[in-house]
């Protein structure tokens, strides 16, 4: 079977849209095949910051045969019905259809369509312009003449110009060449904008820059090759890895390694070559992490350490060459050693900067005092200096320095819930934003908090003080780490839980994949500190607590209403998404959190408790015979409930006659009284265990008493028993969404 090998060679693609872009041209191009009546075998997709490649086994050398019988309407429909019919299908005249018997329908008329077979370079012609047309590029351009205003253009019959082409950066060339493992391939050559598809590659722009020859994938990577173009990204990868390691090593020195630098540099060159640069030690003395992001950031190069380990960085650096020089790499060297020394003098300016006094103190006494800020202290002054420039935090709830506020009274109520000094939380949350006035933070905010934490610890605050300022803004994922100590956990969930209220508030919510103020992400970081540090917070308090009137709120309603008609039902439902997800994740089954997790459950960390305590009891033989025991009956009054049957408000001694229903009655009275003592004091096992009590009686019940009696009273007195099982089991959990 012939193999086809499609190749897109432009100007140089972006280095973080390579991989997507490779993969979308995968899809859109084996969908388009399969979708036309073809098959293939495997396909992978390759890429280089100037080429997208595709490499298809095994495809069909055309489509098959199609018969397709199409239904028409009945022979004595009205002619132009008949004369629809026979357009749609391509006859010619109804004698060309078949009449088929219908014994309710009657009779009506069927075309049998034959559709031929097309070979695979016809159909490969006709979808590959239309693919590179409508390429889904994140961003793109036009160039040439296409590009040109559309009076400046040549107007075609219709007066219009031309439609151009858009591309990530100017498309070059394609080779599109088709046909069998060993035999001779074929040109496909299709066009568009002037490009028409052959036979005919490039390889390294300055190495070989020559037009180069291929018949099919495994000669054009070794083509490749020799023109020093390493096709496989993957590949480039682990070259670079390696020989950086190696490099380091060589030199006394460990590379810090960095995935997502890794996969960038690998878009940046099609032929690496690894070499090592320098700079002053005295450069050391800036925070390791402001060296490494200067590096990455501006140079994309690698830092390194000494092999001793520690946090500290050596003053050589790896970087990543496309070229080979002549000279060993001595000029590269030398030209990215300058820049990243001009870099680093610039961070080393940064970081002397933020710790000297601002030029205008005396401008910031209104937000010294609004905050209790010491004025012989950087930090300090750079939080009255962001309250003071009034610094946007969203155009409808206010200031960066209207937001710390907030923050801080919300922190000073959640201080004794979380169990954290309430004068080290406040010193914290009114210095957690200080750092974003920090020349350090403008210049690299992912460094938000990091910075904060070295500058408070630089002006003598308590090391617990500093820790919160860095981890006020963690987790910032499933799996990043939570705050240190309770000092951070509580500044933590305020931040957190002020921006949900301010956004729920201004209904500002995530839709569907749309989250741009990450408020998912938000949420889940109060889950994961509830849950993990075990903090025990009723979210419909919380929100009540986070509720500030003048915050743009509904104008008319009071506290209570906006708690009632937005967050309590809105917010909390949001929040139990991301339980489900977080417990899910854990290993729960999700009928085991259905059946525990109400519309008003508040308190996430004794839902997870019932979760964890239902898992570990419903495999137990206690917890078949809870379930078993109890779901008939829930099932059966559902039942009855949904017909409409009349059900007492509560049970009857009286109008109990026999003697199981006796038994039954006792025996719930008695595991009710258990379970809810048992729920009281937090033990679910033990209330689960009290009501798997119920199993023997039920089973008798069930055996020895019909429930839907003819006498009413009776009947309805019986799905009251059968009401009083429902509600006793409630209390644990809801047994009628737990499978099996």
């Given at each position: 079977m012939p193999d086809l090998l499609l190749e897109l060679r432009s100007e140089e693609i972006p280095a973080r849209m390579q991989r997507k872009a490779a993969g979308d041209l995968k899809k859109l191009v084996t969908d388009a095949l399969v979708e036309a009546g073809l098959t293939y075998e495997g396909a992978r997709e390759y890429w280089t910051p100037r080429r997208l490649?595709?490499?298809?086994?095994?495809?069909?050398?055309?489509?098959?045969?199609?018969?397709?019988?199409?239904?028409?309407?009945?022979?004595?429909?009205?002619?132009?019905?008949?004369?629809?019919?026979?357009?749609?299908?391509?006859?010619?005249?109804?004698?060309?259809?078949?009449?088929?018997?219908?014994?309710?329908?009657?009779?009506?008329?069927?075309?049998?369509?034959?559709?031929?077979?097309?070979?695979?370079?016809?159909?490969?012609?006709?979808?590959?312009?239309?693919?590179?047309r409508n390429f889904?590029?994140?961003?793109?351009?036009?160039?040439?003449?296409?590009?040109?205003?559309?009076?400046?253009?040549f107007a075609g019959i219709d007066g219009k110009g031309p439609e151009s082409l858009r591309w990530v950066r100017p498309l070059q060339s394609?080779?599109?060449?088709?046909?069998?493992?060993?035999?001779?391939?074929?040109?496909?050559?299709?066009?568009?904008?002037?490009?028409?598809?052959?036979?005919?590659?490039?390889?390294?722009?300055?190495?070989?820059?020559?037009?180069?020859?291929?018949?099919?994938?495994?000669?054009y990577v070794t083509s490749l090759e020799k023109a020093k173009v390493m096709l496989d990204a993957d590949r480039r990868k682990d070259v670079i890895l390696h020989d950086a390691r190696d490099l380091a090593f060589a030199n006394g020195l460990e590379l810090v390694e960095d995935e997502g630098l890794l996969e960038e540099v690998s878009g940046l060159v099609?032929?690496?070559?690894?070499?090592?640069?320098?700079?002053?030690?005295?450069?050391?003395?800036?925070?390791?992490?402001?060296?490494?992001?200067?590096?990455?950031?501006?140079?994309?190069?690698?830092?390194?350490?000494?092999?001793?380990?520690?946090?500290?960085?050596?003053?050589?650096?790896?970087?990543?060459?496309?070229?080979?020089?002549?000279?060993?790499?001595?000029?590269?060297?030398?030209?990215?050693?300058?820049?990243?020394?001009?870099?680093?003098?610039?961070?080393?300016?940064?970081?002397?900067?933020?710790?000297?006094?601002?030029?205008?103190?005396?401008?910031?006494?209104?937000?010294?005092?609004?905050?209790?800020?010491?004025?012989?202290k950087p930090l300090d002054q750079r939080m009255a200096k962001l309250d003071a420039l009034n610094v946007t935090f969203h155009a409808k709830l206010g200031?960066?320095?209207?937001?710390?506020?907030?923050?801080?009274?919300?922190?000073?109520?959640?201080?004794?819930?979380?169990?954290?000094?309430?004068?080290?939380?406040?010193?914290?949350?009114?210095?957690?934003?200080?750092?974003?006035?920090?020349?350090?933070?403008?210049?690299?905010?992912?460094?938000?908090?990091?910075?904060?934490?070295?500058?408070?610890?630089?002006?003598?605050?308590?090391?617990?003080?500093?820790?919160?300022?860095e981890d006020h803004w963690k987790?910032?994922?499933?799996?990043?780490?939570?705050p240190e100590d309770k000092v951070g956990l509580t500044v933590a969930l305020a931040d957190k839980?002020?921006?949900?209220?301010?956004?729920?508030a201004i209904d500002e919510k995530p839709t569907g994949s749309k989250d741009p103020y990450a408020l998912r992400r938000a949420a889940l970081g109060v889950v994961r500190i509830l849950l993990e540090r075990k903090v025990r917070l009723a979210l419909s308090e919380a929100f009540r607590m986070a509720y500030v009137p003048n915050l743009y709120f509904h104008p008319g309603r009071t506290e209570e209403e906006i708690a009632d008609r937005i967050y309590k039902p809105d917010l909390l439902s949001f929040f139990h998404d991301r339980l489900k997800v977080y417990l899910r994740d854990q290993g729960a089954r999700h009928d085991l959190i259905d059946a525990v997790l109400t519309p008003s459950s508040d308190d996430l960390l004794m839902v997870a408790r019932r979760v964890e305590a239902l898992t570990a009891f419903i495999t137990s033989e206690d917890g078949k015979n809870l379930l078993a025991g109890t779901k008939r009956a829930v099932q059966l009054l559902a039942a009855e409930e949904k017909k409409g049957t009349v059900v007492a408000d509560g049970v009857s001694e009286?109008?109990?006659?026999?003697?199981?229903?006796?038994?039954?009655?006792?025996?719930?009275?008695?595991?009710?009284?258990e379970a809810a003592e048992a729920v009281a004091r937090e033990d679910f096992r033990s209330a689960m265990e009290a009501l798997s009590k119920l199993r023997a009686p039920v089973d008798k019940f069930f055996e020895d008493v019909l429930v839907n009696d003819e006498d009413a009273a009776i009947r309805a007195n019986r799905l009251a028993l059968l009401k009083a099982i429902r509600e006793a089991t409630a209390t644990v959990a809801d047994f009628s969404k737990i499978s099996g």
């Open positions: 490649t595709l490499d298809i086994r095994g495809l069909t050398a055309r489509s098959a045969d199609q018969r397709e019988e199409r239904k028409g309407p009945r022979t004595d429909a009205p002619e132009g019905a008949i004369a629809g019919f026979l357009r749609g299908a391509g006859l010619s005249s109804i004698s060309e259809a078949q009449v088929v018997n219908d014994p309710k329908k009657g009779d009506f008329y069927v075309a049998l369509i034959s559709k031929p077979g097309r070979p695979a370079e016809e159909i490969i012609a006709e979808v590959m312009p239309g693919i590179i889904p590029w994140p961003k793109s351009m036009r160039w040439g003449a296409a590009s040109m205003p559309k009076g400046a253009r394609i080779v599109c060449v088709f046909g069998p493992e060993h035999d001779e391939t074929q040109v496909i050559p299709f066009e568009i904008d002037g490009l028409t598809a052959s036979n005919i590659t490039y390889g390294h722009r300055f190495h070989a820059p020559d037009a180069v020859t291929v018949r099919r994938f495994d000669d099609e032929w690496p070559h690894v070499l090592m640069g320098e700079f002053e030690e005295d450069y050391l003395e800036i925070p390791s992490e402001i060296i490494r992001l200067t590096i990455k950031t501006n140079q994309k190069c690698f830092v390194t350490r000494p092999q001793t380990g520690g946090e500290g960085l050596s003053n050589r650096f790896i970087l990543i060459s496309n070229i080979e020089a002549k000279d060993g790499g001595k000029e590269i060297m030398h030209g990215n050693g300058k820049v990243v020394r001009a870099r680093l003098s610039d961070a080393k300016h940064f970081w002397t900067r933020d710790q000297g006094d601002m030029p205008d103190l005396d401008t910031l006494e209104e937000s010294f005092k609004k905050f209790d800020l010491h004025k012989e200031t960066q320095g209207e937001r710390v506020t907030r923050i801080r009274a919300l922190a000073q109520e959640l201080a004794p819930i979380v169990g954290a000094d309430t004068k080290l939380v406040d010193r914290a949350a009114v210095l957690a934003k200080a750092d974003l006035r920090t020349e350090a933070v403008g210049e690299f905010p992912e460094l938000q908090g990091l910075m904060g934490r070295k500058y408070a610890v630089l002006q003598g605050e308590d090391a617990t003080v500093a820790a919160a300022i987790p910032n994922g499933p799996s990043d780490r939570l839980l002020d921006t949900l209220v301010g956004f729920w009286e109008l109990l006659r026999l003697d199981a229903e006796k038994a039954l009655w006792a025996a719930v009275v008695v595991a009710s009284k």
